[in-house]
């Protein structure tokens, strides 16, 4: 099995399920006691807002940098970025270590291409929805994204940054996400994509009038792609 590795923290309630959705993926695909070979490096998250607020994504792209070569280093064949959002300075990362650094908006377009989904709307936070980091590899991949919903995006970045990285859920702010899928829904698309990586925890994405594509279960499953690339379930000796 190959070692993945994982630039966590941001936030810790994300990394937390990464951490459990690799580790189920794996012994579902293999059975018996399995449990994926993870490697992960948390940063402080103070640090990184403390920089995104300042605009300082070079000074961002350095903190991930050293992180994901500390994760190479140690052993990891793969590494991913554990947030949408830091996927802003991917291409950084990606030039400094000599593994793969699977960016997640290609795993959710290759997933979707798959599907055969041509048309969808991106929900997440404000610079995922609107900047060209996150949208152009959906488009990439073949996918027309709606115009993002400007109205309610600083709605949704409160519930993300004032509660959901605390990990704190409301009935309210679960019906303002229901409500806001909802009408999402009725425009002349295919699908949602979850762009963000807690917002699953306010989100049936199971329950809901079109299909909804979850950022972080799509990622974890790539990664365990990759760490079971020709690995055959073998059942434990007891």
């Given amino acids: 099995m190959r070692t993945i590795g994982l630039i966590g923290g941001m936030s810790w309630v994300s990394t937390e399920t990464y951490y459990r959705r690799i580790n189920s993926e794996v012994q579902r695909r293999l059975g018996g006691f399995n449990s994926a070979h993870l490697l992960i490096e948390s940063v402080n998250y103070n640090d990184v807002a403390r920089l995104k607020l300042h605009d300082d994504w070079d000074a961002a792209a350095d903190l991930m940098i050293r992180s994901a070569k500390k994760l190479e280093e140690a052993g990891a064949t793969a590494i991913l970025i554990c947030s949408n959002a830091m996927h802003k300075i991917h291409s950084q990362v990606a030039a400094a270590v000599n593994v793969p650094v699977l960016h997640i908006a290609d795993c959710i377009g290759d997933r979707m291409k798959a599907d055969g989904i041509k048309r969808a709307a991106l929900v997440g936070t404000h610079n995922v929805m609107t900047e060209g980091f996150y949208r152009k590899r959906l488009v990439a991949k073949g996918v027309t994204l709606v115009p993002a919903d ?89």
């Fill in 150 to 238: 400007m109205e309610r995006a600083e709605e949704i970045d409160r519930i993300i940054y004032d509660e959901l990285m605390f990990s704190r859920t409301t009935r309210d702010s679960e019906r303002t996400m229901k409500t806001l899928l909802t009408n999402i829904a009725k425009q002349d698309i295919e699908a949602i994509v979850l762009g963000c990586t807690e917002l699953a925890m306010i989100v049936d994405t199971k329950a809901n009038i079109l299909p909804i594509y979850d950022s972080t279960e799509i990622h974890c499953d790539a990664a365990v792609d990759w760490m079971l690339s020709g690995v055959e379930p073998v059942e434990p000796e007891l």
